[in-house]
């Protein structure tokens, strides 16, 4: 059985700078998943490890959000009354699953110190396009953001429909870069799920209010399809859920810090 060390050395020997900082941070991270699945007794010992050191953070102070940049995930169909699509069992909505999804997303950015994430999951605004207006303001309001990206899943009335997509302003280039990095992320960590790819959004197409009405750059993230049987299948389990919110703060660290 190869030990950590042999599985970091061989993994990281080609890399450099911050591709080799996710890659230790992957491979620690799937190990310690692992441990914790195999043992489960270990979970209280987890848990009362992270709140020792997120309070020792607090009183040191050893963590600034001063002079990072913001980075806002978003809550797609967070506007009152409007909870998006429901699942293909009809079990769960749109902005229920991506609410817990972002909430990880940010809890793993927050860690990391490396950016200041704001999660926004309640929009302003009786109609579509005051939601957009509203939460443009707010993002307006915000200093150094790096990224706006609103979590989504897909919903088709054909059910074959499937896989992952992610949206950006077809004039963008930094919005082409980042969706084509979010995109391979999702193909390295579910790479049995159809890649859609990035796509280029114009005027008056789906999600283009968002992305061009917002002025730093801005993602419309579709993991899967909830309106497909085998997408929810992998996408209601705890892990898949988990290693989505994974997959999204390494695709977010790499896009804003490269």
């Keep these: 059985m190869q030990t950590l060390t042999t599985i970091a050395k061989e993994a990281l020997l080609p890399l450099t700078g911050l591709a080799k900082t996710m890659a230790i941070y992957r491979i620690l991270s799937k190990q310690i998943e692992k441990l914790y699945e195999n043992y489960p007794a270990l979970h209280t010992h987890r848990d009362v490890t992270l709140h020792l050191l997120e309070k020792a953070q607090e009183q040191e102070g050893s963590t600034s959000s001063e002079g990072l940049p913001t980075v806002v995930i978003a809550v797609g169909h967070s506007r009152k009354h409007d909870e998006g699509a429901t699942t293909w069992d009809g079990s769960t909505s749109e902005h ?61 009335s054909n059910n074959k429909a499937t896989g992952h997509e992610f949206l950006y302003w ?50 419309l993230c579709e993991p899967f399809f909830g309106s497909n049987l085998s997408d929810w299948n992998t996408f209601k389990d705890q892990k898949a859920q988990r290693e989505l919110a994974t997959s999204y703060f390494e695709a977010i660290i790499e896009s804003v810090l490269s």
């Design 96 to 156: 229920g699953f991506n609410l817990k999804i972002a909430t990880q997303v940010c809890e793993l950015l927050e860690q990391s110190g490396l950016v200041k994430p704001v999660l926004l999951s309640k929009y302003g605004g009786k109609t579509y396009s005051q939601a957009i207006k509203w939460l443009s303001d707010k993002v307006n309001s915000l200093s150094d953001v790096a990224l706006v990206a609103e979590l989504h899943f897909n919903s088709s």
């Design 170 to 219: 077809h004039s963008s280039s930094k919005g082409a870069a980042i969706a084509q990095t979010f995109s391979a992320k999702m193909c390295e960590t579910f790479p049995k799920l159809q890649d859609r790819g990035a796509k280029p959004i114009k005027k008056g197409e789906r999600g283009s209010l968002f992305l061009r009405k917002l002025a730093p750059v801005c993602l």
